[in-house]
Nanobody, 120 residues
């Protein structure tokens, strides 16, 4: 399973940004995708998760109401739409996949290279 993030960059506080996670190398449509972020000097945070089979989302309290996960089956891509961005959202954002188990908890096996999001 390979994951490639794209769409990061810089945005002003209050703005919006959408980052993407293209998933390849796995033919089944029933697995978990997680969005994580890590800022310098801070622990990695699980931002959101998404079950590609039933579309069940999970959002951390820090982003609930501002971030939304969606998927495009035709493009094998998972999106993270981020609205009302705050400077504290600045971090490297990673998407990850796990093929079994609960999406909201546990370790993820496959990771993308990350995309930087900077909010000023």
């Amino acid at each position: 399973v390979q994951l490639v993030e794209s769409g990061g960059g810089s945005v002003q506080a209050g703005g919006s940004m959408r980052i993407s996670c293209a998933v390849t190398g796995y033919t089944y449509s029933d697995f978990c995708v997680g969005w994580f972020r890590q800022a310098p000097g801070k622990e990695r945070e699980r931002v959101a998760t998404w079950h590609t089979g039933d579309g069940t989302p999970y959002y951390a309290d820090s982003v609930k109401g501002r971030f939304t996960v969606s998927q495009d089956n035709a493009k094998n891509t998972i999106y993270l739409q981020m609205n009302s961005l705050k400077p504290e959202d600045t971090a490297m954002y990673y998407c990850a996949a796990r093929l079994e188990g609960w999406c909201e908890t546990g370790e993820y096996t496959y990771w993308g290279q990350g995309t930087q999001v900077t909010v000023s």
